[in-house]
């Protein structure tokens, strides 16, 4: 999906360092793009914050304005660090109370990205915010950016894309190509799987690894062929991974700018899905993450 030049940046924010990460990230990418920052932030719309917590309902009222004020107050902190960040920079605030993942979606909608900090680790924290993470980024119509809490610009001139397969090849390296030649960065294209190998007598192990290696070679350098044209000042390299997706994407990426991967339509049933590597690959790498949308007629 190819977003639009003058659609703002969309940051949500929870006022905790968990999205740090994600405001200086969408600072950046909006004084890049000389676009509106748009800093949104989800007050929960009933009593319950917290699993197991419960309240009467004669407070209910009281808890709700609190939470409004506290995110105002997110909101403008959020405000202050962009503008004394990047002075010159067009800056929006929205709050809205309800449901965090469909609001996020909901804002994401009028934007050109949507950034958010990467879901947490562990424990119940995992819980109430991982979730909201890999769920933005399972249904978001514009690209979902995923940051670490300790993001910060030092800029190393290299991002990573990652391709399953030749049908979902074309959207991820128009998104790549364009992604490094705004920052003149070098592009890394990876192709990583787990191949199952025949347990047979007559077939050596090495050897079809190595003939299943060499296939994915000539594919990458077939798809790269379009693209190296278009962008001839893209410094391009590619690499071929025998192993489990997820950890080699993430270990591709690492002093990197941006590790790129796609998003899968999977049908009516399961339109918000997000697969298990990319989920993986969100809770685990230390760059930032982009998951781009493909479209419904993607196979692959």
Known sequence: ??????????????????????????????????????????????????????????????????????????????????????????????LVAGSRVDEIVEAACAGQMIVLGREARTGLQRLLTGATTAAVAGRAPV?????????????????????????????LLSRAFERAAQRGARLTVIHAGDLPVPNSDVIDPHRYIMEWRAAAVHLLSTLLDEWRRAYPGVGVETVVVHGQAAHALVAAAEASDLLIIGRRPHGPLHWAHLGATARAVLRSSHVPVEVVPLATSVDG
């Open 1 to 94: 999906m190819m977003d639009d030049q003058h659609a703002p940046v969309v940051v949500a924010t929870d006022g905790t360092q968990r999205s740090a990460g994600a405001l200086r990230y969408g600072i950046n990418e909006a004084r890049r793009r000389s676009v509106l920052l748009r800093l949104v932030h989800v007050a929960p719309a009933g009593a319950l914050t917290e699993p197991m917590l419960s309240v009467a309902p004669e407070t209910e009222p009281e808890i709700a304005q609190g939470l409004q004020a506290q995110g105002r107050t997110i909101l403008a902190e959020a405000e202050s660090t962009a503008r004394a960040l990047e002075p010159g920079l067009r800056v929006e605030t929205v």
């Open 143 to 171: 690209p979902t950016v995923v940051a670490p809490g300790d993001w910060d610009l030092v800029e190393q001139g290299r991002m990573v894309v990652g391709i399953e397969s030749e049908g979902c090849a074309r959207p």
